[in-house]
């Protein structure tokens, strides 16, 4: 009963917070606007965007502050629950925002490799200010990677920046895939160390899901598109093993073709994926597996963070989806193909 009591009022607010959520038929509507600003009217007339888009003129924003915005709304929400909870419940969403920061530390690494500046993340730079200790003002306005780790030091990413910033031929690559493992090394631990109970399995049944679809379709697109070798690929691997057992993986690794590659995977918890490496569909099928599990975890789990996991990872594709319509109005496609892209 306790616990019931303890989460009825945080998911009340999420079950309001989800009436905010794009429809289909606001996807249909969006999938038959002709322009960039006539798609950033429709969102400041959306209750789920009113709020980020209030006071911004649809005529002379472009993509880049789009998505900015977009992000924020993602933040603004968090902020909202964030603010909600009771200090049992800002630990689960304390880990949520450990992958918001990481997000932001890739971007902004994304942005100096590509020399694009069009990005705008001052939009939720306040955000940050007020849970981490990263300056994104700072980080977004670096333009180079010397600057950029400069900004980090008295955190806990600069030591190890450091340490790779001296290795030979280092690109944005390897700097966003060793942000992505020490993520998920670190969330592996802080998941037993910081949580209990209902919690604690949910996110060892999301986390650990992902980190064995994504040590999969690595090593998938290492052999198939890159031909690395298996010790150069091995590096990329995330030491973290959940249903997909060390020894299975090590077979995978070891793979010396895309058929003996898949044999193994056939004969590992994942099987069922195998098809979609070799069809091309391997992104929809992670996607797909992700959300249900996500799914599963709100309905089987309902007196915990589960639910508020699952509207927080919901918004995440929402956006993902927007992005899409966005690009896909910019070049001009017809109404039922943005859709086929983005309902997919």
């Known amino acids: 009963m306790n616990k019931l009591l303890s989460y009825s009022g945080i998911i009340t607010k999420i079950k309001a917070m989800e009436k905010s959520f794009i429809t289909k038929e606001d996807y249909q509507k969006i999938s038959n606007l002709d322009s960039v600003s006539a798609f950033t009217a429709f969102l400041k007339n959306h209750p789920g965007y009113e709020q980020i888009f209030d006071g911004v003129d649809e005529h002379i924003i472009h993509r880049g502050q789009i998505e900015g915005y977009f992000i924020n709304g993602l933040y603004l929400d968090f902020a ?9 419940q800002r630990k689960a969403l304390d880990l949520i925002f450990f992958r918001y920061e990481i997000n932001i530390l890739k971007t902004c ?9 069009d990005y705008d993340l001052s939009v939720f730079s306040s955000f940050f200010e007020r849970h981490s200790t990263i300056n994104v003002k700072a980080l977004a306005a670096s333009r180079s990677m010397d600057e950029y780790i400069g900004y980090l030091k008295g955190t806990e990413y600069y030591s190890m920046f450091v340490r790779m910033h001296n290795t030979p031929g280092i690109t944005s690559f390897d700097y966003e895939m060793m942000l992505d493992i020490y993520y998920f090394r670190k969330m592996w ?3 037993d160390k910081l949580l ?7 996110l060892t049944h999301s986390l650990g899901s992902e980190i064995d679809l994504l040590n999969i ?3 998938y697109r290492s052999k198939k598109f890159y031909d690395i070798h298996p010790q150069n690929a091995f590096s990329y691997i995330i030491p973290i093993s959940y249903k997909l057992k060390k020894e299975q993986l090590a077979k995978l690794l070891d793979s010396t073709n895309i058929e003996e590659f898949n044999n193994h995977l056939k004969k590992t918890h994942y099987s069922t994926i195998s098809n ?3 069809d091309g569909t391997m992104e929809f099928a992670y996607q797909k597996i992700i959300s249900k599990i996500y799914q599963l975890n709100a309905s089987k789990f309902p007196n915990s963070m589960a639910p508020v996991n699952y509207f927080l990872y919901r918004k995440q594709l929402e956006i993902k989806q927007l992005i899409t319509a966005l690009e896909c109005i910019r070049y001009k496609l017809e109404p039922q193909d943005i859709l086929k892209y983005v309902l997919q």
């Open 80 to 88: 909202k629950i964030y603010r909600f909870a009771d200090i049992e």
């Open 109 to 117: 690494i994304q942005m100096i490799y590509s020399g694009k500046d």
């Open 189 to 191: 631990k802080l998941k």
């Open 196 to 202: 209990s109970g209902d919690n604690q399995k949910a």
């Open 217 to 219: 379709l690595w090593l």
């Open 276 to 278: 979609s490496l070799t």
